[in-house]
């Protein structure tokens, strides 16, 4: 038996399956990929209020970090009072910091730089744990102990300061380079998860089918092994996010990096250094800000995963899809 890459054996399976109650038309398979890709996923995210609230809040801030920063002007030195209270000038809601600036324009100018660092690093992480990984546990033998000494070798050094070292030595000043850096640490712990989660999904009657079929590697890897796993890697892509977002803040915090670009980190660096914001509660609004604004990104990131978690639930897409009630109904009838 012999078939184009273009399938996995698992699709293959499931067509033969399709013949024997009648073959598919065009438009019936269109209408499945609707339902299974677009109307079953619309329903388990709107009818869970967890992933509403956090796709809600990782939507605002997207809008905020492409539309707002063309909308809201840059903050300026002396535009308003030093140290402001917020809600007290409406001008400034949030307040101004020593400098007489908006903090409120400051967070939102700060937004692109943390989305930009957010993304790369958490791209970097999933794709060196899931080739890592996912190629381990498949082929085994001497390119498994190789891959999984490198990454038990970086998985004991200390990612703090790791990244203090290199941070130092290369000194980054592009967000995106410093999301690519701090997503280096990010990525052993979950190469390993998925390297036994292969262990077992390669011994699968549909691996094997690809096997038989005479599928290369990389194709088994891609359409069979990957495709499975798919559920688990978003859902850490996420933790991997948030870790990502607390690294950068915390270095620029302590001004590792360097302050080429507006940051939340930066912020409170600036909030912490020159105004005793610790010392004067009146003050205290500069650093609170950035910290809310980072807690909230947070909170959407962790209400996203849990969504996704429900999303990839087999049960759960089950009753909320119509394919499997109409499948269902006929089932009981014949």
């Known amino acids: 038996m012999s078939r184009s890459d ?30 299974d890709s677009i109307r079953t996923p619309f329903r388990i995210i709107w009818g869970d209020l967890r992933t509403r609230i956090g796709i809600s809040i990782l939507l605002a801030f997207t809008l905020v970090g492409t539309v707002g920063v063309s909308i809201v002007p840059k903050p300026e030195f002396n535009e308003a009072p030093r140290y402001v209270p917020p809600f007290t000038n409406w001008a ?15 967070l939102v100018h700060a937004t692109p730089a943390v ?6 690093g958490a791209v970097i992480s999933m794709v060196l744990a899931t080739v890592i990984g996912v190629t381990a546990g498949y082929k085994g033998g001497r390119v498994d102990d190789i891959l999984m000494f490198i990454t038990d070798a970086v998985l004991t050094i200390p990612g703090l300061p790791l990244i203090l070292v290199i941070a130092s030595i290369f000194t980054p000043e592009r967000p995106f380079v410093v999301g690519l850096l701090l997503g280096i640490d990010n990525w052993p712990g979950l190469a390993r998860t998925l390297r036994s989660q292969v262990l077992s999904i390669r011994h ?4 094997e089918a690809s096997r038989a079929m005479g599928m290369s590697s ?37 001004g590792i990096l360097p302050f080429t670009s507006a940051n939340w980190g930066v912020i409170m660096n600036e909030a912490y250094q020159t105004s005793g914001v610790l010392s004067n509660l009146g003050r205290i609004h500069w650093m609170i800000w950035p910290m809310v ?25 089950a009753r909320h899809s119509d394919t499997a009630g109409e499948e269902t109904a006929t089932a009981k009838m014949e």
């Open 92 to 106: 400034v809601p949030l307040g101004t910091d020593g400098y007489g600036k908006a903090i409120g324009k400051q």
């Open 293 to 317: 604004t980072i807690s909230l990104f947070s909170v959407g990131l962790i209400l996203l995963s849990q969504g996704m978690d429900r999303l990839f639930n087999p049960r759960i897409r």
């Open 218 to 254: 990389p194709h088994i890897l891609r359409k069979d092994v990957t495709k499975q796993l798919m559920p688990y890697i978003t859902i850490n892509a996420a933790n991997a996010a948030r870790g990502v977002i607390f690294e950068s803040v915390g270095l620029y915090f302590l």
């Open 204 to 207: 699968e009657s549909y691996v």
């Open 115 to 120: 989305l930009e660092i957010v993304v790369a």
């Open 6 to 35: 273009s399938e996995s054996a698992a699709d293959y399976l499931a067509d033969i399956a399709d013949e024997s109650t009648g073959p598919l038309s065009r438009r019936e398979r269109f209408d499945r990929f609707v339902e």
